[in-house]
């Protein structure tokens, strides 16, 4: 698995990326081949709406594609409507959903 690291806009702060390329697929419902992950994806506060997330996903899905990721993925929290709404608006659709329980009952 390799990883890239870009930060992007005016004086480079406030706003960066990883993006892990080359994650094998391994389950079974999955194609064979590599996807890229995107595991950081950071905009402070005073920098968004703006276009930074936007051009950092452009810039992650380029470097994906570049590696040869048949796929890119990203993660987001169910509570961060702003982020789903980005991601989904850059043409990213669901694919797998994680449950939380807690406190658990002993």
Do not use: W
């Not at 960066?16 to 994806?41: K, M, N, Q, S």
């Not at 968004?48 to 990721?69: C, V």
Request: glycine share 10%; with cysteine; net charge positive.
């Amino acid at each position: 698995m390799r990883a890239k690291s870009c930060a992007r806009g005016r004086g480079r702060r406030g706003r960066f990326t990883t993006v892990y390329t080359r994650v094998p697929f391994e389950r079974l419902d999955e194609p064979p081949g590599d996807y890229a992950i995107v595991a950081e994806l950071l905009v402070r506060r005073e920098y968004r709406r703006r276009g930074y997330a936007r051009a950092l996903l452009a810039h992650g899905e380029r470097h994906a594609a570049s590696q040869g990721a048949a796929e890119l993925r990203i993660g987001v929290l169910s509570g961060n409507a702003a982020a789903r709404a980005l991601y989904l608006d850059y043409g990213f659709r669901p694919y797998i959903e994680t449950l939380s329980k807690s406190p658990l009952h002993r």
